[in-house]
């Protein structure tokens, strides 16, 4: 045991490309947290600044916060520049990438004699390419391509792992740790639901459904949109909360997506709330909430927290889902775009809930304390990083 002790890095450097809201950024500020308690020095490096969760990482006693970007071609370029001297300076024992590009940023490392270990994240499974612009298929090629020379590649889901070992990746480099929940922050609010229907002047007691997702067609709006429809029929005073940024690039998706949600007659019914920072007070005020993404999910965050709040969860099978929600024995989950299953799962909670609605809550809650606790998962990960 003292000899593992040793072995794990004393000084380790987060790279992402910032601290929006997001589950990778929040991964990292779960990390952070756990592995600086742990004993471990943590430092984060963003390319770009200002991200609303800076304020939660800068309150962290012991982590370090560094700024590395800058604008244009000019600024990619001493982007670079400033992280090979930030690990040269800093005599990281470690350096771990969050995404692929921060993954191949890292790889400068190389380029120094006494190198720290380079880690690569891998936060997604069964990509659809076709939703994204040449960049990023470009990047994930780059990705495969540059994997050799990285030391460690972490995959935060079962269904990555899998993918990427079947698609040639150096088998020796994979592993997998499940995402961490922070089940102090995401916890049961009893306040939460009238804080919710005084804010969005909603009438009390009807059912409220929530989707935490940015708007990107990988978390397929338009078929939660039609089984918000079809749950309608029979629960006419259903309400449902859309809660997530528009991804850049996706501005004529988000109207796309919001021309249906008029065409099928349900503005009266969905709230748009954009970018939120109380995704926990979010979450405990729902009935349910739900997952409808097509593809692209490796370990879907919100699914794992809103569960820790006591809410229950209906999610497609995409990435980890079915393992998180089946795992605790509560909600449901049903194929992917297909609107009517999404639906019915609905109706079917909300049944269940008149009855076991704190059964329920407890079950989900203590599947994600047993099953995804940060103090756990960050040593863990300080194990896979260790030399």
């Not at 229950?312 to 049903?334: K, M, N």
Request: aromatic share 6%; charged share 25%.
């Amino acid at each position: 045991m003292n000899q593992q002790s040793k072995q794990k890095p004393k000084i380790l450097l987060l790279l992402i490309r910032s601290l929006h809201i997001g589950g990778a950024e929040r991964q990292v500020l779960s990390l952070a947290k756990s592995m600086s308690e742990l004993g471990t020095e943590v430092q984060v490096a963003v390319k770009v600044s200002g991200g609303p969760l800076e304020q939660d990482l800068k309150s962290l006693p012991n982590v370090k916060l560094h700024y590395l970007g800058s604008p244009g071609l000019l600024g990619r370029f001493k982007y670079f520049l400033r992280l090979r001297t930030l690990i040269k300076s800093s005599q990281f024992d470690a350096v771990y990438g969050f995404m692929p590009v921060p993954n191949l940023a890292l790889l400068v490392a190389r380029t120094i004699r006494k190198r720290p270990l380079i880690a690569w994240g891998v936060r997604s499974s069964d990509v659809d390419h076709s939703q994204y612009g040449g960049l990023v298929k470009w990047t994930m090629r780059l990705e495969k391509w540059f994997s050799r020379f990285t030391d460690r590649i972490i995959t935060n889901s079962m269904a990555a792992l899998e993918e990427y070992r079947l698609n040639d990746y150096p088998y020796s480099k994979l592993s997998h740790i499940p995402n961490a929940i922070d089940v102090e922050r995401f916890s049961p609010k009893p306040d939460a639901r009238t804080t919710i229907e005084n804010e969005l002047d909603l009438p009390a007691g009807v059912p409220l459904i929530g989707v935490f997702a940015r708007i990107h067609p990988m978390k397929d709006h338009l078929t939660f949109l039609r089984a918000a429809k079809l749950l309608l029929s029979e629960h006419p005073n259903a309400s449902f909360i859309c809660t997530g940024d528009v991804s850049t690039g996706y501005t004529a998706y988000n109207e796309r997506v919001r021309a249906s949600a008029t065409d099928l007659a349900l503005d009266e019914n969905v709230l748009w709330l954009g970018p939120r920072t109380d995704p926990q007070t979010l979450m405990a005020a729902c009935d349910i909430t739900t997952l409808t993404s097509d593809s692209g999910e490796g370990f879907p965050n919100s699914v794992a927290e809103s569960m820790a709040c006591g809410t229950p969860c209906v999610a497609v099978d995409v990435g980890d889902a079915a393992a998180i929600v089946e795992g605790s024995g509560t909600g449901h989950v049903v194929p992917r775009k297909d609107s009517e299953a999404i639906a019915n799962a609905w109706d079917t909670q909300l049944k269940q809930l008149v009855t076991e609605r704190e059964t329920i809550a407890e079950k989900a809650r203590q599947s994600i304390i047993d099953r995804y606790s940060p103090a756990s998962i960050a040593e863990e990960t300080l194990k896979i990083l260790s030399r």
